[in-house]
């Protein structure tokens, strides 16, 4: 990816952005724009989608468009980057230029949804990485969530919905990011101390949503009762369906499945353009789902109508409460204990007065309930009241939901949360870093209930041995030992069958296994197991109570000796003999995609050696149907067509492919040739300049059946230096069958979903014999980032919908009225060109554009003082638009039609 300075970025960005953007340049503001520090126009929603990349909401349109048509809910959608890391199968731009491209299929896609508004954050989409920690880093987490907080606070939704927050297998971290930040704000935007200088100097309000809500959560049938019977995926969690099959009649009376599809064709440079039709008969479409992450206001348990998670925000709940009232529960914690008491704080306010208001307590049979619920007279001051629960000894461990109803008079809705009751002492399958980083927000952000979703696994080598530790805790207020078992599967054996603990009361503890693999004839990867998965059991045995039994799962990654090789191979494209004297590695293995129809289809082989200076790699592949052939001047993106990629983590720890090494390589580009680049790792871009040294060959069949690449890549040009005894190598082959810059299967080496962002689940190789090269690091230094993110001051489409709503770009802050421009006057047009002046109260720089669904030319221009300065710009038809970025900080936004 390309590193220029900023102001060669944004030049090279719009110069060539000159594909047409859709949509007409109609201005619903006064001339000039609103000034600088106006309050918003009509910025106020109702939802608020909260999502990472152009595309993120696609699948949540259906019920976004449903919740606008039927509950005439101003929808809008907060997007953190531009996309400018992705694919792009439309043309060859990229960095800004992309990011303008991804920004104007989002607004088309979401039209069609019935949403106008889109604010952008102006952060970089670096690559697809797992890992929210360098997400939260590259994004800088703080100044991020400032950002989201101030939007909150500007747009008042009612309603959050965003994606899942946990670190799922495969889930983007910047997913994963997204999804925290807009928990985090919904906490943080209603919280006086949170970004305080937002209240004082900028004059915003606290506010705070009244729910919400993340994608997912839930499975169900298709028709129109998968509301009804959708099935939590935690029994204990609220969740929601909304189904796609309903008739819209603003879309002639296309499902909404329908309409939908054909936003998500819009993203034409995801490759989506091509995506088929949804089933015509309506009984054979869905439920979106959606889980309850929080609400702080009354609703209807039970409810499915396709409006049910708008009760009580954004319209009135159907038990007659007041909107506007509040209403919810806390618990001391999560985790209760069986014979154990714990409080229950129910939580009461309402705009309008509730006479005699009461909780009632609703707890599974044979709990124990004390308190009186009584509230009395609730207004806007919250009022609490407290119950003590305890559930009787002997209560099988797990979640339940907790449910309270909230009455005065006639009128009533309802409030839940779920608590976890925990056998005396728990045993656990230590955690991946990123789920135990996930598991430590959980609980800082107070959404504890989140916990769990993600399984416990850890990988394990082929034929070797690993450490396996179990979390213990003792739950209760009294000492505890006993016996953790470890049940394994066949073909795995442990060194010890049990292992003793004692824990003082309320005390934490492992106890830890040398867990081997004892048949090396197990199938690894995703053939292994179940979906990959060798289960396992954890028992623990308390002194007293009944025995804690958990689940989780070992993967079995493939492993292999490299020998060094007898005389350095020529990288020529082929295989000559004894150049390669390691195993053939099996490369066929399916982990996204179609599957392969043949081997002819897609299959591959791989073998890799070393000397003393440089690893080896050739991979042959076997292919009935060339993808696109790119432009030589194209060499990035290799998953667009036909390629490989081969990861290598030198010291075989790596949590993310931040501190790794990945190239891709394409067999043939226009000019005949291969090329390669560096994508998603320690320091991406060409290959010449991020990969010294390294050198790669092909050939490529004619008539078409495959093609053979080569690759020498020298130690000197990874991160680190490689332990010998623990490298870790992963090969990908990208198939594509198309002319459409889309790939349609990825086979490899070590296989799952979203492995190709998983160094620990890569295969494991040793080298032996091998010396690193002198002066090399053990510790891998800061990644080069990617830092060309797009920026609102340079779209005018983003500029217009300031202008209209009142609200500032990228979630800044207004110019001071001190430091700020507007458009004066009208326009002028001649020779091709539009002339305006601007008036300034201070300096800046304004960016000014003419856009008539294309940009027809830009100009960037400093002003140094206070005064009236004019501007020549290309472009004689359509919308002027003016964006000034104050020297103090801020931005004002401007536009004014050109005369005809």
């Given at each position: 990816m390309?590193?220029?300075?900023l102001?060669?970025?944004l030049?090279?960005?719009?110069?060539a952005l000159s594909?047409a953007?859709?949509?007409?340049?109609a201005?619903?503001?006064?001339p000039?724009?609103?000034?600088?520090?106006?309050p918003?126009g009509?910025?106020?929603l109702?939802?608020l989608?909260?999502?990472a990349?152009?595309?993120?909401e696609?699948g949540?349109?259906?019920?976004?468009?449903?919740?606008n048509?039927?509950g005439?809910?101003?929808?809008?959608?907060?997007?953190v980057?531009?996309?400018?890391?992705g694919?792009n199968?439309?043309?060859?731009?990229e960095?800004?230029?992309?990011g303008?491209l991804?920004?104007?299929?989002?607004?088309?896609a979401?039209?069609?949804a019935?949403?106008?508004?889109?604010?952008y954050l102006?952060?970089?989409?670096?690559y697809?990485?797992?890992s929210?920690?360098l997400?939260a880093e590259?994004?800088?987490?703080?100044k991020t969530?400032?950002k989201?907080?101030r939007?909150?606070?500007e747009?008042?939704?009612?309603?959050?919905?965003?994606?899942?927050p946990?670190?799922?297998?495969?889930?983007?971290?910047?997913?994963?990011?997204?999804?925290r930040?807009?928990?985090?704000a919904y906490f943080?935007?209603?919280?006086?101390?949170?970004?305080p200088?937002?209240l004082?100097?900028?004059?915003?309000?606290?506010?705070a949503?009244g729910r919400?809500f993340q994608t997912?959560g839930a499975?169900?049938?298709?028709?129109?009762?998968?509301?009804?019977?959708?099935?939590p995926?935690?029994p204990a969690?609220t969740?929601y369906?909304?189904?796609g099959?309903?008739?819209?009649?603003?879309?002639?009376?296309?499902?909404?499945?329908?309409?939908?599809?054909?936003?998500?064709?819009t993203?034409?440079?995801q490759?989506?353009g091509g995506?088929p039709d949804v089933?015509?008969?309506?009984?054979?479409?869905?439920c979106d789902?959606y889980?309850q992450?929080?609400?702080?206001v009354p609703?209807?348990?039970?409810?499915?109508?396709p409006?049910?998670m708008?009760e009580g925000?954004?319209l009135?709940?159907?038990?007659?409460?007041?909107?506007g009232a509040?209403?919810?529960l806390?618990?001391d914690?999560?985790?209760v204990t069986?014979g154990?008491?714990f409080k229950?704080t129910?939580?009461?306010g309402s705009p309008?007065r509730?006479?005699?208001?009461?909780?009632a307590?609703?707890v599974p049979?044979g709990?124990n309930?004390?308190?009186s619920?009584?509230?009395g007279?609730?207004?806007?001051?919250e009022?609490?009241?407290?119950?003590?629960v305890t559930?009787p000894?002997g209560?099988k461990?797990?979640?339940?939901r907790?449910?309270?109803?909230?009455?005065?008079g006639?009128a009533?809705g309802?409030?839940?949360?779920?608590?976890?009751?925990r056998?005396?002492?728990?045993?656990?399958?230590?955690?991946?870093?990123?789920?135990s980083?996930?598991?430590?927000w959980?609980d800082?952000?107070?959404?504890?209930?989140l916990?769990g979703?993600?399984?416990r696994?850890?990988t394990l080598?082929?034929g070797?041995?690993?450490?396996v530790?179990?979390?213990?805790a003792?739950t209760t207020?009294s000492?505890?030992?006993?016996?953790?078992?470890?049940?394994?599967?066949?073909g795995?054996s442990a060194?010890?069958?049990?292992?003793p603990?004692?824990?003082e009361?309320g005390?934490t503890?492992?106890?830890?296994f040398?867990?081997?693999?004892t048949?090396a004839?197990?199938?690894t990867s995703?053939?292994g197991g179940t979906d990959?998965?060798?289960?396992?059991?954890?028992?623990t045995?308390p002194?007293s109570g009944?025995?804690?039994?958990?689940?989780?799962a070992?993967e079995?990654v493939?492993?292999?000796e490299?020998?060094?090789?007898?005389t350095t191979?020529?990288v020529?494209?082929k295989?000559?003999?004894?150049?390669y004297p390691?195993?053939?590695?099996?490369l066929?293995?399916?982990?996204?995609g179609?599957?392969?129809?043949?081997?002819?289809?897609c299959?591959a082989?791989?073998k890799v050696?070393w000397?003393?200076?440089a690893l080896?790699?050739l991979v042959?592949v076997?292919?009935d149907?060339?993808g696109?052939?790119l432009?030589?001047d194209?060499?990035?993106?290799h998953?667009?067509t036909?390629?490989v990629?081969?990861?290598?983590d030198?010291?075989?720890d790596?949590?993310?492919?931040?501190t790794t090494?990945?190239t891709?390589?394409?067999p043939k580009?226009?000019?005949?040739?291969?090329?390669f680049?560096?994508?998603?790792d320690?320091?991406?871009?060409?290959?010449?300049?991020?990969?010294?040294?390294?050198k790669v060959?092909s050939?490529?069949?004619d008539?078409?059946?495959?093609?053979?690449?080569e690759a020498?890549?020298p130690?000197?040009?990874l991160?680190?230096?490689?332990?010998?005894?623990?490298?870790?190598?992963?090969m990908?082959?990208?198939?594509?069958?198309?002319?459409?810059k889309?790939?349609?299967t990825?086979i490899?080496?070590?296989?799952?979903?979203?492995?190709?962002?998983?160094?620990?689940?890569?295969?494991?190789?040793?080298?032996?014999g091998?010396?690193?090269?002198?002066?090399?690091?053990?510790?891998?230094?800061?990644?080069v980032m990617?830092?060309?993110a797009?920026?609102?001051v340079?779209?005018?489409?983003?500029i217009?919908?300031?202008?209209r709503t009142?609200i500032?770009?990228?979630?800044g802050?207004?110019?001071?009225?001190?430091?700020t421009?507007?458009?004066?006057?009208?326009?002028?047009?001649?020779g091709?060109s539009a002339?305006?002046r601007?008036?300034?109260?201070?300096?800046?720089?304004?960016?000014v554009h003419?856009?008539?669904g294309?940009?027809?030319?830009t100009?960037?221009?400093e002003?140094?003082?206070?005064?009236?300065t004019?501007?020549?710009v290309p472009?004689?038809a359509g919308?002027l638009t003016?964006?000034?970025?104050?020297?103090?900080?801020?931005?004002?936004s401007g536009?004014v039609?050109l005369?005809?």
């Amino acid at each position: 990816m390309r590193r220029l300075a900023l102001p060669a970025v944004l030049s090279a960005a719009l110069a060539a952005l000159s594909v047409a953007f859709a949509g007409p340049p109609a201005l619903a503001a006064p001339p000039g724009g609103a000034p600088s520090g106006a309050p918003p126009g009509d910025g106020r929603l109702d939802v608020l989608f909260v999502g990472a990349h152009p595309d993120d909401e696609a699948g949540a349109l259906s019920t976004l468009g449903q919740w606008n048509e039927f509950g005439k809910a101003k929808v809008g959608v907060l997007t953190v980057t531009r996309g400018e890391g992705g694919g792009n199968a439309a043309g060859t731009e990229e960095g800004p230029a992309l990011g303008l491209l991804r920004e104007n299929e989002e607004r088309r896609a979401v039209g069609k949804a019935g949403v106008t508004d889109i604010s952008y954050l102006d952060k970089v989409d670096f690559y697809y990485t797992v890992s929210t920690p360098l997400t939260a880093e590259t994004w800088d987490h703080d100044k991020t969530l400032e950002k989201v907080v101030r939007l909150v606070r500007e747009t008042r939704p009612k309603v959050i919905v965003t994606m899942v927050p946990a670190p799922l297998p495969g889930q983007h971290g910047n997913h994963q990011m997204a999804a925290r930040l807009a928990t985090e704000a919904y906490f943080a935007a209603a919280d006086a101390k949170a970004y305080p200088a937002q209240l004082g100097k900028e004059r915003l309000q606290t506010w705070a949503p009244g729910r919400l809500f993340q994608t997912g959560g839930a499975s169900g049938p298709t028709g129109s009762a998968c509301a009804a019977q959708g099935t939590p995926a935690e029994p204990a969690s609220t969740t929601y369906g909304v189904w796609g099959g309903r008739a819209s009649a603003r879309n002639g009376g296309k499902t909404w499945a329908q309409v939908e599809r054909e936003a998500q064709r819009t993203y034409v440079s995801q490759g989506w353009g091509g995506f088929p039709d949804v089933p015509s008969d309506p009984a054979q479409i869905g439920c979106d789902y959606y889980r309850q992450i929080h609400s702080r206001v009354p609703y209807t348990l039970g409810n499915t109508d396709p409006a049910a998670m708008l009760e009580g925000a954004v319209l009135p709940g159907k038990g007659g409460l007041p909107l506007g009232a509040r209403f919810s529960l806390t618990t001391d914690s999560l985790g209760v204990t069986a014979g154990a008491p714990f409080k229950v704080t129910a939580h009461a306010g309402s705009p309008k007065r509730l006479k005699a208001a009461k909780a009632a307590l609703s707890v599974p049979a044979g709990w124990n309930v004390t308190g009186s619920g009584d509230l009395g007279n609730v207004g806007s001051k919250e009022r609490t009241a407290t119950f003590t629960v305890t559930p009787p000894a002997g209560t099988k461990a797990g979640r339940v939901r907790l449910a309270a109803t909230l009455t005065s008079g006639k009128a009533k809705g309802q409030a839940a949360t779920p608590v976890e009751v925990r056998p005396a002492v728990t045993g656990v399958l230590e955690p991946l870093p990123r789920v135990s980083d996930f598991d430590s927000w959980a609980d800082e952000t107070g959404v504890p209930a989140l916990k769990g979703q993600v399984k416990r696994v850890l990988t394990l080598a082929s034929g070797s041995s690993r450490k396996v530790r179990v979390d213990l805790a003792n739950t209760t207020s009294s000492a505890q030992s006993g016996t953790v078992k470890l049940g394994l599967p066949d073909g795995f054996s442990a060194d010890a069958a049990s292992k003793p603990y004692t824990l003082e009361a309320g005390a934490t503890g492992s106890a830890t296994f040398t867990v081997a693999n004892t048949d090396a004839s197990l199938p690894t990867s995703n053939e292994g197991g179940t979906d990959g998965d060798y289960g396992l059991t954890i028992t623990t045995t308390p002194s007293s109570g009944e025995a804690d039994v958990q689940k989780g799962a070992l993967e079995l990654v493939p492993a292999a000796e490299l020998p060094k090789a007898t005389t350095t191979p020529t990288v020529d494209g082929k295989e000559s003999p004894g150049e390669y004297p390691g195993p053939e590695l099996n490369l066929s293995r399916v982990w996204e995609g179609s599957a392969c129809e043949s081997a002819a289809d897609c299959s591959a082989t791989g073998k890799v050696t070393w000397t003393d200076d440089a690893l080896h790699l050739l991979v042959k592949v076997r292919d009935d149907k060339q993808g696109t052939v790119l432009g030589a001047d194209d060499c990035k993106r290799h998953w667009r067509t036909d390629s490989v990629e081969i990861g290598i983590d030198p010291r075989g720890d790596s949590e993310n492919t931040s501190t790794t090494f990945k190239t891709g390589i394409f067999p043939k580009m226009s000019d005949g040739k291969p090329c390669f680049e560096r994508d998603a790792d320690a320091h991406q871009g060409p290959g010449e300049e991020t990969a010294p040294g390294m050198k790669v060959a092909s050939a490529v069949a004619d008539p078409y059946d495959g093609y053979v690449i080569e690759a020498e890549i020298p130690f000197k040009a990874l991160p680190t230096a490689v332990d010998p005894q623990r490298m870790g190598l992963n090969m990908f082959v990208y198939d594509s069958d198309t002319q459409d810059k889309t790939g349609q299967t990825r086979i490899g080496w070590s296989t799952w979903g979203g492995v190709q962002g998983d160094p620990y689940r890569w295969g494991l190789v040793s080298l032996p014999g091998h010396t690193p090269p002198s002066g090399m690091p053990t510790t891998p230094p800061p990644p080069v980032m990617p830092t060309d993110a797009t920026q609102s001051v340079n779209s005018p489409e983003s500029i217009i919908q300031s202008v209209r709503t009142g609200i500032p770009l990228a979630a800044g802050p207004a110019a001071p009225r001190s430091d700020t421009a507007r458009i004066i006057g009208e326009p002028k047009v001649a020779g091709g060109s539009a002339t305006v002046r601007l008036r300034a109260t201070g300096p800046g720089t304004a960016h000014v554009h003419v856009w008539d669904g294309k940009l027809l030319g830009t100009k960037d221009v400093e002003i140094k003082r206070a005064g009236v300065t004019t501007v020549t710009v290309p472009g004689a038809a359509g919308t002027l638009t003016m964006a000034f970025e104050a020297a103090k900080g801020g931005t004002a936004s401007g536009a004014v039609p050109l005369p005809r």
